[in-house]
């Protein structure tokens, strides 16, 4: 990404927080429940897909963009399946916005010209051969690891998405390995229980001592300098969590602190949007395409969650925040381009 592409974001968010009005800034767009794999943790497959028109989905980023949305990340299921995708990765374009999509690599090879037109792209990748498939599927290893040399090919950027589950904990190390191979990022993210998406989660997620000594692991090797995207900072917070059997902690009738809602939401599939993944079925959504991007952002602002000890939801609230070394971290790793790199300038 260029730095006057980066100042340019930076900007806005600075001019939010000063101002003290928030905007949308991030948003996580759900296009469907559908997906070619079957991860033993995640129940959105089983769901129904909604019959939303190219059309609402059209006018769905135009009224984010009018609100100062600058990223749309769109997600599944498996968003290389939505017949939608190349239109609206083009309306994103065309209304200056930042498109990235999270993918389980499956469909890349035959799909790279699509594939090439987001700026970020996030490939689920859960470790070696065996550990991988244990929880994605048999023979999905091989299919997500021809979509990550497909990007390598073609030269481009990607970051690598670990879920650690009991399976994966012992991955951590081949994960880094093999982000340096292909000199790029690599995220983890221990599995969440959410009965709303995650609802077996709970026999998947390693035992709290666990969950504690492979944040160690991994924090102890950003500090090293390892790939590994997200800050020190955030890391840490995960790490000093008092009790991983509780994935947050709310304060109904209070303010949140937390700048979820504010400047980054989660768009169900069928319009629901949220403050964050974590509120999916526990939160009382407004619908975007029923109520309109504005009337359902606003409503994501009022919850109760003071806390959590989500990694990246953690580096998300501090981004906003203006924590100097998240933003430092941010800055160098994270508002990358996936597509080749020219001069900044050009």
Known sequence: MRTRDKLAIGGKILASRLT?????????YSLLNSCNARCVYCNLPSLPDPTTSLEDHLRALDEFAALGSVRIKFLGGEPLLSPHLERLVRRVDDLGMRSAMVTNGFLIPEKL????????LVISLDGSEAAHDRQRGRGTWK????????????????F???VVTRESQDEVDWLIETARRFGVMVNFQVVHIQPAIYPNAEGWKPDSADVRTVLGRILAAKESGAPILFSERSHRRALAWHDYSLERVERPGTISPCTAGRYFVHLEADGSLYPCFQHVGRFPAKNVFRDGVAAAWRATQRHGCVDCYNVWLNEN??????????????????L???KPQVADGA
């Not at 003290?20 to 996580?28: C, D, E, S, T």
């Not at 501090?318 to 994270?334: D, M, R, S, T």
């Open 317 to 334: 609230r501090a981004i906003f925040e203006l924590q100097p070394a998240v933003i430092g971290n941010f800055w160098k790793h994270y």
């Open 113 to 120: 010209s699509l594939v090439k037109q987001f700026d970020e």
């Open 20 to 28: 003290g009005r928030p905007r949308p800034f991030f948003v996580q």
């Open 336 to 338: 990358r381009s996936h």
């Open 160 to 162: 690598i998405s670990a």
């Open 143 to 158: 299919r997500a690891m021809r979509g990550i040399e497909a990007c390598a090919a073609e030269g481009l950027d990607f």
